[in-house]
């Protein structure tokens, strides 16, 4: 079967670095999404990637190795309007979506 | 403002009743989606349309009907509702492929 794999919840201090983690066992690959959903709203597009290596993208960046199946998320500066959930998902062979459960991300002043 | 609108945000609903959640954008976008988000759960796909006409069946499909009679809508029908279809539901467009989706505010519903 298909499967992504992310940590649940992750607590950080305001200011810090984070990294959270994302694993995925699909049929095929043809890219990995990151998304943010703040609590009630909807998700919104942070970062694709589809080739192995690290995309920067101001105080994010995302990472990506598909020999391991294996991508992270690193934002840096942490700021309180960074408290979140941060999806992951993997576009498989036949062009869907495959979605994590998401990590829920709480910023401590 | 270009986007995608969903209505209505929320609905409280009898058990066996038929409601109809809506969807429109004006992105021009060929796919459209309708997912429902669970607690703890990663969001579910419950239907698709790659192209105006065309529609296909997501991970959890029973229960819902969906139609794409052009570009901008695509509602999503629930024909008679259960508890279980308590849920925030979802709708994204994308010009398809590898582009990102985009998704509508939700709307929560709850079956009672």
């Known amino acids: 079967g298909q499967n992504i794999d992310q940590p649940t919840e992750m607590t950080a201090t305001e200011g810090a670095i984070v990294q959270i983690n994302c694993t995925y066992q699909t049929s095929g690959f043809n890219g990995l999404f990151w998304y943010q959903q703040h609590a009630g709203e909807a998700p919104t597009f942070l970062s694709y990637n589809v080739l192995d290596g690290l995309e920067e993208k101001g105080r994010f960046s995302s990472f990506l190795s598909r020999s391991k199946g294996y991508s992270y998320l690193l934002l840096k500066e942490l700021q309180m309007k960074d408290s979140a959930s941060y999806l992951c998902a993997v576009l498989d062979s036949n062009y869907q979506l495959i979605w994590g459960a998401g990590t829920k991300l709480i910023i401590k002043p | 403002i270009a986007g995608i609108t969903q209505a209505p945000t929320s609905q409280i609903l009898a058990a066996g009743r038929r409601m109809t959640l809506r969807c429109t954008q004006d992105m021009r976008h060929n796919a459209m989606y309708w997912y429902r988000q669970d607690l703890g759960l990663g969001l579910r796909l419950i239907h698709y349309?790659?192209?105006?006409?065309?529609?296909g069946k997501g991970e959890v499909p029973d229960g819902y009907s969906v139609s794409r009679a052009n570009t901008d809508d695509f509602p999503l029908t629930l024909a008679s509702a259960v508890p279980s279809q308590t849920s925030v539901y979802f709708c994204?467009?994308?010009?398809?492929?590898?582009?990102?989706?985009?998704f509508g505010n939700g709307t929560r519903l709850t079956v009672t």
């Open positions: 994204a467009s994308s010009e398809g492929g590898e582009s990102p989706l985009h």
């Open positions: 349309s790659n192209t105006a006409g065309t529609t």
